[in-house]
């Protein structure tokens, strides 16, 4: 009788665990476990997207740029520097953001031998549909067209 009262108590145990792990409010251990489940599938998501991040990032290390992208509660804060000037950079940056449907509500632009731009941008009513990683791949993505356009003439 008492191995079975130890295997209920940890199993009680490792659900109890396994609720606070999962941040769930649930109390049956059916509902607990499909929590679990749940957050298991968005740290899927998550580490997937740190990958890509790693690997978009390993792509384009070799373009001279700094790129942050800030979400903000209707819209991003852009910034991207570099230590050379980039001609035609501005206008492929601000082509990215209109085919994101992104409207450039402040911007601060510099590009006298170095390039800085700070945006503070709105997402066209669509807040959900884009996130700050997508937002980065484009800039990065127009980054890499300027520069093998410029490195082209």
């Known amino acids: 009788m008492g191995s079975k ?9 490792k659900i109890k665990q396994l609720r606070s792990v999962s941040h769930s409010n649930a109390v049956h251990k059916t509902s607990i476990i499909v929590d679990a489940s749940k957050y298991i599938e968005e740290l899927k998501k998550k580490v997937e997207r740190l990958n890509e991040d790693i690997t978009s990032s390993s792509e384009y290390s070799s373009l001279p740029m700094q790129v942050r992208v800030e979400t903000l509660d209707k819209g991003f804060r852009i910034n991207v520097y570099s230590e050379e000037d980039c001609p035609g950079l501005l206008v492929t940056i601000l082509e990215a953001f209109e085919e994101l449907g992104l409207d450039v509500c402040d911007a601060a632009v510099s590009s006298s031998n170095k390039f800085h731009l700070q945006a503070i941008s709105e997402n066209e009513g669509h807040v959900d549909d884009i996130d700050a ?3 980065k791949q484009a800039i990065l993505k127009a980054i890499k067209n300027t520069s093998e356009r410029n490195n082209q003439d």
Request: glycine letters at 0%.
């Open 5 to 13: 009262e130890e295997e209920r108590s940890a199993l009680y145990q």
């Open 133 to 135: 990683h997508v937002v």
